[in-house]
């Protein structure tokens, strides 16, 4: 199975589970990082809210949406539009002051292609 299937599989089992998010008071802050592209990426969370940018000389994007958890316990931010094809960032906790991002296909439309909105970003406050 080729990468882009796993990951729409992901996203059809994270669309089969009610919404859930992280509690509130484990995430909740700004994160900033490099991105893998080498950009700056910043990530706001607000309770189940979230918005990811991206910003880098020649790239600039940002996404705005919700956390939702698969039956793994995975969890993503889904663009606020999102559909079957939109926008989803797989985000991974490492304790309470560290996240992975990593972004699906679909993100590609909202900064271009010279960036991307995966990275590792620490919590700043």
Known sequence: MNRMNVFVSLIIAVLSVPS???SQDVLDG???GQG???G???MIVDGKDVGVSIKMKGCFGYVEGYFA???KGDTFLLSSEYK???CAIAIGQHGKFAVSLRQGPECT???GAACSFNGW???VR
């Open 20 to 22: 859930i998010g992280w």
């Open 30 to 32: 700004v994160y900033e």
């Open 36 to 38: 893998q592209d080498g």
């Open 40 to 42: 700056q990426v910043r």
């Open 69 to 71: 958890n698969n039956r």
């Open 84 to 86: 079957e094809d939109g």
């Open 109 to 111: 439309q909202l900064h």
């Open 121 to 123: 970003l620490d919590r």
